[in-house]
Structure formats: C-alpha cells, structure tokens
C-alpha cells in the first residue's frame, strides 16, 4: 500500500471517496448522491486529502485535513477489510507529518450502524492510543451525529 497526496480530486477519487464514506460511516451520515457529497467537498477550505492505493491504484483508505474556524481538523476512512493492520496509522501519521494540530470529531459510543447492518465501532480507541486528547465537555449531540472532540499538537 502507498499514499497518494492531492489537494484536488479526480472523478475517480471523488467517487471512491463517497463510497468509503457511505459504506463505512455511520448510515445516518451518508450522501444520497455525488451533488450532495460535492457540496459538502466545496464547503471545506485548504483541503488536502491523502488515498491508501493498492498495488493496482484501487482506494482502500481516504484521510484528509482542511480547515474550519480557524483551525485545522481532520478524517479519515479505511475499508473495514483492513482494519488493524497497520494503514489507518500509516494514513495518521502522514497527515501528522503535514500538520502540527489536528482537531477530529469521534463518535463515542456503540449505537450507529453501517449501510451494510454491521454494527459502528468506534475508532476513539484507535485516535487515544495514537496521542489524541479528548474533550469531553466538546461535543456534538444532534440528529444525525454523537460525538466527542479530539486533538492532538506536535
């Protein structure tokens, strides 16, 4: 696996970047089509985004820092098929190479389902073990989102 940098979007990532997003975020989270995910893209500032590829170029992984009130936030999204072996680190450490504060939103708990029925896991776990604080007392508690703040600073 490597990581592609770009700060402008292909067709083909940008749809390969929806379907991560829908097929392993939270169902309540998902775009409906491309014109409401392009919105959502044109609305973040200075994005960068970094793709884990496989040996024949296909998108395992999308992470991606852009900035919002003034400071720099983040997400990334890896198939669940490789989960725990290495490339969500791998996707967070560029991104900590590139970016001295990273701010992220995490859900907390265990209630969200994916678009295929499996159950949510949280990656607060994940992000904790990788140097990130949380804030508890920051959060998001609406419809469509539960979630805890998290940072982490050079």
């Known amino acids: 696996m490597e990581i592609i940098e770009t700060t ?12 991560l997003w829908n097929n392993e975020y939270p169902v309540k989270l998902r775009y409906h089509n491309m014109a409401e995910f392009t ?11 970094f793709f884990l590829v496989d ?37 967070l450490n560029k991104l900590k190479e590139k970016e001295p504060i990273l701010n992220g939103w995490v859900i907390d708990h265990d ?13 607060l776990p994940f992000y904790l073990k990788n140097n990130f604080v949380m804030h508890p007392d920051t959060r998001i508690d609406a419809e469509k989102l539960s979630a805890v703040k998290i940072k982490w600073t050079n």
């Not at 959502?40 to 985004?49: A, S």
């Open 8 to 19: 402008e979007l292909s067709a083909d990532q940008q749809n390969a970047a929806l379907l």
């Open 39 to 49: 919105i959502y893209l044109e609305g973040l500032q200075q994005v960068h985004h």
């Open 55 to 91: 040996a024949l170029q296909n998108i395992a992984g999308w992470a991606f820092a852009f900035t919002r009130n003034d400071e720099r936030w983040f997400a990334i999204i890896l198939d669940s098929g490789i989960h725990q072996k290495g490339y969500g680190s791998m996707l």
């Open 111 to 123: 209630r969200d389902f994916k678009l295929n029925g499996e159950k949510y896991v949280s990656p």
